[in-house]
């Protein structure tokens, strides 16, 4: 597939769920019969940790005449904007879709573009495989238009203990967390409500203890931002990096093909003066022949001259002696005939 084309539907087809779909453009332009199968990637980046990135795949069948393939209910949008999420930030999502072309179906006119080409999907030689890299920027205008304040998730029980004593115990579980679970955004609510409680009941500490609670309950919101704003530089990093090395690889073939065919061209050349150099001397040996040949056609038209004078005085002295056998055979005759008369 030279080219394709990705959909996105941020606000869902009716259903609250992003849709993301894969396509062939300008399918006017192609010839009747024109038909792909490959393999296909759609992933929704996670910015923060790359890790939570949500992929989906399948194999499809691309044809003239409308086919497109694609995921209906890729990932709730709720889940998108909760800015906790890692899919969101600053007004970006990434979506990649990395495509394998796997069959390449000739094209034919003895059926329409609409017939079914069963896919053989035991065969899957990876060939001609190319990757594209799609950011979209704001997930288009409507879904950087959303806000971008966290939607409570369903699935994150309400707080139960109050109890200063059980907040200790909690907060003792969660701080011997490492950073990278604590932004996880239900550890992340639980140590903030923690740290509230914690912070309302500071009588129930020795000074020793209070002042470092109420330093992390004013620092924590900054740590996980400054933990969270990192985690994207690298991401982002990662995937740079990743495309650079990707970018130099094929940069590389390059060079190695054009090395290939500067010396295959250079070979031809040489091949090409070789060919000249004896086309010259075939055409000398031609104008040498050519004149020989005018040359040997001359004397022959001399001695042909000379063979035709000497075949008619030939011929001559024939007749004239043949004349005279008659004549002297006449003369016999009448002398034969004057004994009988």
């Given at each position: 597939m030279n080219a394709r084309r990705l959909s996105a539907y941020p606000k869902g087809q009716g259903d609250a769920q992003l849709a993301l779909y894969l396509e062939v453009p300008d399918q006017g332009s192609?010839?009747?019969?024109?038909?792909?199968?490959?393999?296909?990637?759609?992933?929704l980046m996670n910015q923060m940790n790359s890790k939570m990135s949500i992929k989906k795949g399948e194999i499809g069948h691309f044809r003239k005449g409308g086919s497109v393939w694609g995921f209906r209910s890729f990932v709730p949008v709720?889940?998108?904007?909760?800015?906790?999420?890692?899919?969101?930030?600053?007004g970006t999502c990434v979506i990649e879709a990395e495509v394998s072309v796997t069959d390449v179906f000739p094209v034919s006119t003895d059926e329409s573009s609409d017939s079914f080409v069963p896919i053989d999907q035991s065969i899957y030689k990876l060939s001609d495989a190319e990757s594209?890299?799609?950011?979209?920027?704001?997930?288009?205008?409507s879904i950087s238009e959303e806000p971008t304040r966290s939607l409570p998730d369903a699935t994150l029980p309400a707080p139960s203990f109050k109890d200063p004593t059980v907040?200790?115990?909690?907060?003792?579980?969660?701080?011997?967390?490492?950073?990278?679970?604590?932004?996880?955004?239900?550890?992340?609510?639980?140590?903030?409500e923690t740290l509230s409680i914690l912070g309302d009941n500071l009588s129930s500490f020795s000074d020793d203890l209070a002042k470092p609670i109420m330093q992390l309950k004013a620092n924590f919101p900054i740590t996980k931002q400054k933990w969270r704003d990192s985690v994207r530089v690298k991401v982002n990093g990662q995937r740079s990096l990743s495309i650079s090395e990707k970018t130099r690889n094929l940069l590389?073939?390059?060079?190695?093909?054009?090395?290939?065919?500067?010396t295959e061209l250079e070979e031809l050349k040489n091949r090409e003066?070789?060919?000249?150099?004896?086309?010259?001397?075939?055409q000398n040996d031609i104008r040498r022949?050519?004149?020989?040949r005018l040359e040997?056609?001359?004397?022959?038209?001399?001695?042909?001259?000379?063979?035709?004078?000497g075949k008619i005085e030939g011929n001559k002295q024939e007749m004239s002696k043949a004349n005279k056998n008659l004549e002297d055979l006449r003369s016999n005759w009448e002398s034969m005939k004057f004994l009988f008369v």
């Open positions: 192609l010839p009747d019969g024109w038909s792909r199968t490959a393999k296909y990637t759609l992933s709720s889940k998108i904007h909760d800015r906790n999420s890692g899919y969101l930030v600053d594209i890299y799609i950011r979209a920027e704001s997930l288009l205008e907040a200790k115990k909690r907060f003792n579980k969660l701080i011997s967390l490492p950073l990278d679970d604590l932004v996880d955004s239900k550890h992340e609510a639980a140590m903030i590389e073939v390059s060079v190695k093909n054009e090395k290939e065919i500067k003066k070789e060919l000249k150099v004896q086309q010259e001397a075939l022949l050519v004149k020989e040997l056609s001359k004397q022959t038209q001399q001695i042909y001259a000379l063979a035709e004078d």
